[in-house]
């Protein structure tokens, strides 16, 4: 398996894009073929990938914090 491209380093458009990366990664790894040459990028790129969505779901977390305390304004 090759490493990522330039392309795969960045940060993903979206939620549903870095899951799926990650699902490959995963695949990937539980695999019986792993390229011991870029199981540490792999490892690495998953590492940023979940640290990434821990940080959308916070974000939205907050979000949905802000809106439920605005709710009760309304009274």
């Known amino acids: 398996m090759n490493p990522p491209s330039k392309a795969a380093t960045g940060e ?16 990937v790894l539980d695999g019986n073929s792993v390229d011991v040459d870029a199981l540490a990028t792999q490892v690495q790129r998953a590492s940023f990938l979940i640290t990434w969505c821990r940080g959308r779901i916070d974000a939205a977390q907050l979000q949905v914090d802000k ?4 709710l009760g304004d309304d009274e």
Do not use: C, F, Q
């Open 12 to 27: 993903p458009k979206g939620y549903a894009e870095a899951l799926a990366e990650l699902e490959k990664i995963l695949s």
């Open 67 to 70: 809106v439920v305390a605005g």
